[in-house]
């Protein structure tokens, strides 16, 4: 595990409500992912505790940003403001990478009918990844002002 490194401010964007969605879920999974780094929380050292408890105040600040159950966010709303740290903005996009190659791993070898279920499946994916790409340039530009 990296210890994250705070070299300059998170940054704050605007989202729209898809990409919140998506936000809300591949920050659960990073959560679920990097679970396994608390079991040998006492062999870090401090600083390296404090790191983790960085990547976990991050990971739970951006599900408060944008409503940890969806059946419960105002209907109406249709923007988030989410303050991305650069560590944060990293595992996201390792997320990305895994939707990614999680789809092409699930179309068949010989090219044959794929079932409805593993076409929903690759087009959810397919729109998350889109979503975090449109959240990476939003970052982009924002950090650069």
Known sequence: MSTPQRTHA?????????T?????DEAKKVAMFEHDHFEDLLDFS?????GLFLRYRD????????GCNPDKVDPAR???????????????????YDLAM?????????????SP?????????RLAAQALDRLFSTYTK???V
């Open 117 to 125: 279920e593993t076409l929903a499946e690759i087009t959810h994916d």
């Open 10 to 18: 998170p940054t704050m964007v605007v989202v729209d409500r898809q």
């Open 59 to 66: 990971v739970f600040d951006l599900i408060d940003a944008v």
């Open 46 to 50: 401090p600083d390296a505790q404090w």
């Open 142 to 144: 924002a950090a650069k």
């Open 78 to 96: 249709e923007t988030f403001e989410v303050l991305l740290p650069e560590d944060l903005v990293n595992l996201l996009g390792l997320r990305r």
């Open 102 to 114: 999680s789809n092409a791993d699930r179309l068949p070898e010989h090219n044959g009918p794929i």
């Open 20 to 24: 919140a969605d998506v936000l809300r």
